[in-house]
């Protein structure tokens, strides 16, 4: 069996390993795919460093040469929410989301078949944070209840895992194109939200009595495509692009009363540029700038105050708004066998105070990455790589959807406020063919 042949049997693997992951760092999306990235803020776009490109710049998988990339993440993120202010004590209070620790893989392979011509395939995944709260002791007048008046645990989790085929190819020496098939599989699950299920006592809020909250797993899948462009421009300077237009998904349908569009759930498009410069022979400097539109997918971007009902094609989403990010990173060849990173990602934060409500089961509002990497360049062309991202804490305040008229009238609502933070730490195995 040949050594292609083996490693292209073990990416279904790759593939079920990476479908138990979560995470999200810039709104959903992590902030930066391969460990080498991740220690530089997540700039890859100009870089050719591993076989991560189906997830980043497809065109610089024939720059990165013949090599496989396998790693793991140790991810961390801690959100809490709290309410002040009510005109009902009981509804008041805070409460922290468990499920604090998670393990991330990431895997990529690249085969040479021509010197201007590779082909390789990305594996890798896109989450929602998993939030899962505790019943907290929150009381909305028919007993104890979760913080949005449903019963126990409140919560839930999205997960997107992408297998990505990539073909990239060199129009000159120094330039390339590529292109990379996403296939797209996507689960999701939600609880605790049955006061949102047309429940006794409250307004009806969903058009699909039933199919809003603890229903399980559910499944979908769809098929998109990413195109990048990669440029040397002489010895120092090197430009990318890459662009993925929005990639329709299967409908959640155990979720129809939930998501805008009967259970509709696409992903964003999102593109992204990146210029790398060699300031130095051992030092590198990068930086990337990538848009993910979130308003583009209607039950993430419509507002949450949207006046219609849940499931409908003009209902209510978490209200996210399109975001920039911005990526900053430095590599240092400190000798022949060690290489040092540093970075800093700054993203926009996609979700305003008018949204808060609904944003407690997926508060994504951290901003700030700061992280560091390196990379041991051993014998016979493995490599060990290792990254570390610190995001410091960050919160946003509104006014509770239960000030509507609806509900306990203006003022008597209160407050939510939303918050997280986030630590990760990996480790990545690559070899040179």
């Known amino acids: 069996m040949t050594r292609q042949t083996t ?232 430009v990318g692009a890459a662009y993925a237009p929005k990639m329709n998904m299967g409908k959640f349908d155990k979720y129809k009363g939930l998501f805008a569009g009967q259970g509709d759930f696409d992903i964003p498009a999102h593109y992204a540029l990146g210029v790398s410069i060699a300031a130095t022979p051992t030092l590198t400097l990068a930086f990337d700038y990538e848009r993910i539109d979130y308003s583009g997918v209607a039950s993430v971007g419509n507002p949450s105050s949207a006046m219609a009902p849940l499931g409908a094609a003009n209902g209510p989403g978490f209200g996210w708004k399109d975001i920039d990010i911005y990526k900053f990173g430095l590599q240092w060849q400190m000798n022949p066998a060690w290489t040092l990173r540093a970075g800093y990602n700054h993203g926009d934060n996609p979700i305003s105070g008018s949204d808060v409500t609904f944003n407690i089961i997926a508060p994504g509002v951290v901003t700030s990455h700061y992280t560091a990497g390196f990379t041991w360049a051993m014998s016979g062309g493995d490599e060990l790589s290792g990254s570390l991202m610190v995001a410091p804490s960050q919160s946003v305040t509104g006014a509770s959807m239960f000030n509507s008229p609806a509900l306990l009238g203006p003022g008597n609502g209160g407050n939510e406020t939303i918050r997280m933070r986030q630590m990760s730490i990996g480790l990545a195995w690559s070899r040179k063919f």
């Open 7 to 238: 490693v292209f049997k073990l990416t279904p693997l790759a593939a079920l390993l990476v479908a138990g992951s979560a995470f999200g760092t810039n709104g959903y999306f992590p902030h930066g795919y391969g460990i080498k990235a991740k220690g530089m803020g997540g700039a890859s776009v100009a870089m050719a460093q591993d076989s991560l490109g189906g997830a980043t710049n497809p065109a610089s998988m024939v720059f990165a040469g013949a090599r496989v990339d396998a790693g793991l993440e140790w991810f961390s993120p801690r959100r809490d929410a709290s309410r002040s202010g009510a005109a009902f004590p009981t509804l008041n209070g805070s409460v922290d989301s468990d499920s604090t620790n998670f393990f991330v893989p990431e895997f990529g392979y690249n085969a040479m078949l021509k010197p201007n011509l590779s082909l390789g395939v990305t594996v890798y995944g896109n989450g929602g944070m998993n939030t899962d709260y505790p019943q907290g002791n929150f009381n909305c007048g028919g007993g104890p209840a979760n913080m949005l008046c449903g019963s126990g645990r409140l919560g839930q989790d999205l997960m997107q895992l992408i297998v990505a085929p990539t073909l990239a190819f060199k129009l000159a020496p120094q330039h390339s194109v590529g292109i990379a098939l996403l296939l797209g599989y996507q689960r999701f699950e939600a609880y605790g939200l049955q006061a949102f299920d047309n429940a006794p006592g409250f307004p009806p809020f969903t058009g699909a009595p039933g199919s809003v909250t603890n229903k399980g797993y559910d499944s979908s899948t769809g098929v998109g495509v990413r195109l990048g462009y990669m440029g040397r421009l002489g010895d120092s300077v090197t």
